[in-house]
């Protein structure tokens, strides 16, 4: 339910999913499971038809999509997670595991730091042989991860027990490999991310106003510009720094438990002052534009912003 433009990142995968022919959705649910219900309805306001199953405990990846098998029944299906945003052609995908015959396709993206996520190992015809989960540097043999978006056909989840936490790629994968089964990977293109740090959320927000992702921003969307102006009153003030995203994502981590807003750089509003750090556009700098009634104290907490990216950057 965080937004990326205006939207919740769940809301833009029902859109793109919409958009490449799947229009019945069943959302596996637990945490914030009545938010997003009650947001998300019976998806008829997004062009599909969105059905719930609610997990009274967490039963892992692969057992919460077991939950869901009378959706999906004896149909080949895609399974995908709610956390992430991409823009791949998950159509194709579909077509290319239909085409194959697997148990399993899983769709692979090219990571140049790949230790927080899952890999898999493929021959030259796409084969899986392999999956290393979230390995550390001496184990990382390949930059190819598993993204968590996969087409299974349903003779796969058969090997999912009931009632008992069941993960796909440490637990499903090896075991269907194990056991014979033809396992795919294609590697994708397109866009993807796993919005799983303050980090990555706010390079998600940049990619995406800068056009690397595609996605539609909400209506009510307006993002405000960066290059703000160099008389910003109550000494707004640039600070020169060679790397904005590194310096940005360090201060959006320090600032994530005061409940700031990422959607356009960094915003804290407090009853008696407000505060915006944002990258220029122009110029390899940082913008600090701080407002309060008490012109003494939007100085003195401008000149510590200042001091402390300047500290950033050594």
Known sequence: MVELLGRPILEHTILLLKSCGFDEVCIAVRYEADRIIEYFGNGEKFGVKAVYRREDEPMGTAGAVKGCRDFYGRDDFLVISGDAVCDMALDELFR?????????????HREEIPTRFGLAVTDSEGNI???????????????SVNTG?????????????????????????????????????????????DVGTPLSYYRCCVDALEGRLEISPSEA??????????????????????????VMGVLSEA??????DYSDGIRIIRPNY????????????IHVDIRSDDAEFARELTLTAKELIEKLEL
């Open 221 to 246: 969307f307006s993002p405000v510009s960066a290059d703000i102006a160099e008389d910003a009153p109550q000494g707004g003030i640039d600070c020169p720094c060679k790397s904005r995203a590194a």
């Open 129 to 143: 042989r392999s999956f290393i989960e979230k390995p550390g540097w001496s184990e990382v043999v390949t930059d």
């Open 274 to 285: 407000s505060l915006h750090i944002a990258p220029r556009v122009r110029v390899s700098a």
């Open 96 to 108: 290319a595991h239909k085409k194959s015959g697997a148990a399993v396709s899983a769709a692979l």
């Open 255 to 260: 600032v994530l438990d005061l409940g700031a």
């Open 149 to 193: 978006i996969y087409v299974l056909s349903p003779r796969a989840m058969e090997y999912v027990p009931e009632n008992v936490p069941f993960d796909f790629g440490r637990d499903l994968f090896p075991l269907l490999l194990k056991r014979g089964e033809k396992l795919m990977g294609f590697d994708m293109g397109g866009y993807w991310c």
